[in-house]
């Protein structure tokens, strides 16, 4: 099972760009789907984005559609979090996920889907 690390976070203001990256320990971390969630000060965590485990196939919230990227990188075992024009709604505790799967082309949008967590990293936005 792999083990997660979160890196990137801070504060930003309102209209600027972040990017997260989350290190997987082990060597199958090609076999695992990965996701990123966020959690803001008293709400449920929420999907923000999930990528196949090739990379072929992404998906995201609509929130954040057409602003945040994900993408892997199996080689240095690390995903991704490209996230642009911020807004003061985005301000929350990013975690990534990873669940391991056969099947290619896979992706997840629940959290109970994934069995492997981070341990977050704090994104703020000023408005």
């Known amino acids: 099972q792999v083990q997660l690390v979160e890196s990137g976070g801070g504060l930003v203001q309102a209209g600027g760009s972040l990017s997260l990256s989350c290190a997987a320990s082990?060597?199958?971390?090609?076999?695992?789907?990965m996701g990123w969630f966020r959690q803001a000060p008293g709400k449920e965590r929420e999907f923000v984005a999930a990528?196949?485990?090739?990379?072929?196939?992404?998906n995201y919230a609509d929130s954040v559609k057409g602003r945040f990227t994900i993408s892997r990188d199996n080689a240095k075992s690390t995903v991704y979090l490209q996230m642009n024009t911020l807004k003061s709604e985005d301000t929350a505790v990013y975690y990534c996920a990873a669940r391991r799967t056969a099947f290619s082309g896979l992706v997840y949008r629940t959290p109970n889907d994934y069995d492997t967590w981070g341990q977050g990293t704090q994104v703020t936005v000023s408005s």
């Open positions: 082990g060597r199958t971390f090609s076999s695992y789907v």
């Open positions: 990528i196949s485990r090739s990379g072929d196939t992404t």
